[in-house]
């Protein structure tokens, strides 16, 4: 029995030791650890029962590159509803891009607009939680933001 045990021990190192560096990247062999980070405001407009409140503003900071927007998810939570924000019009929050020059991406310093899309997301001054996922890792940022 001891030796049945040393010899999984074993077993599990190699395979560790083997995958080690393998682990990190993506299918195109593109290393996925990002030192880009966002900051989340309140979007400063006033939020209402309407379903089309602009609700944050995020940017994006970092030395890693831009964000392709199909590598991409962003998640709001508020109280137990999460909604899902894309561009244009296909989720609960839409995203709209007001600067950077590539459509297909959230660029280094770019600010996004994170609003409402005929879903009441925060009808009154609310805690939303940020979600941002890049390869299917959490993007550093703020967490959390008040809306007010």
Same mark, same amino acid.
């Given at each position: 029995?001891?030796? !049945?045990?040393?010899?999984?021990?074993?077993?599990?190192?190699?395979? !560790?030791?083997?995958?080690? $560096?393998?682990? $990190?990247?993506?299918?195109?062999?593109?290393?996925?650890?990002?030192?880009?980070?966002? !900051?989340?405001?309140?979007?400063?407009?006033?939020?209402?029962?309407?379903?089309?409140?602009?609700?944050?503003?995020?940017?994006?900071?970092?030395?890693? $590159?831009?964000?392709?927007? *199909?590598?991409?998810?962003?998640?709001?939570?508020?109280?137990?509803?999460?909604?899902?924000?894309?561009?244009?019009?296909?989720?609960?929050?839409?995203?709209?891009?007001?600067?950077?020059?590539?459509?297909?991406?959230?660029?280094?310093?770019?600010?996004?607009?994170?609003?409402? *899309?005929?879903?009441?997301?925060?009808?009154?001054?609310?805690?939303?939680? /940020?979600?941002? /996922?890049?390869?299917? $890792?959490?993007?550093?940022?703020?967490?959390?933001?008040?809306?007010?």
């Amino acid at each position: 029995m001891r030796k !049945t045990k040393v010899a999984i021990i074993i077993l599990l190192l190699i395979i !560790t030791a083997s995958l080690s $560096g393998c682990l $990190g990247y993506n299918l195109a062999n593109e290393k996925i650890e990002d030192p880009n980070t966002y !900051t989340a405001t309140d979007a400063a407009h006033d939020i209402g029962s309407e379903t089309n409140d602009t609700l944050m503003l995020l940017r994006m900071y970092g030395t890693k $590159g831009n964000f392709q927007w *199909n590598n991409i998810s962003i998640m709001l939570l508020v109280g137990d509803n999460v909604y899902n924000c894309a561009i244009g019009e296909s989720e609960a929050c839409s995203i709209s891009q007001e600067t950077g020059d590539d459509e297909y991406s959230w660029e280094i310093v770019e600010y996004i607009w994170l609003s409402e *899309n005929n879903v009441d997301i925060c009808s009154q001054p609310c805690q939303i939680d /940020i979600r941002v /996922i890049h390869y299917n $890792g959490l993007v550093h940022g703020g967490r959390s933001i008040a809306v007010n």
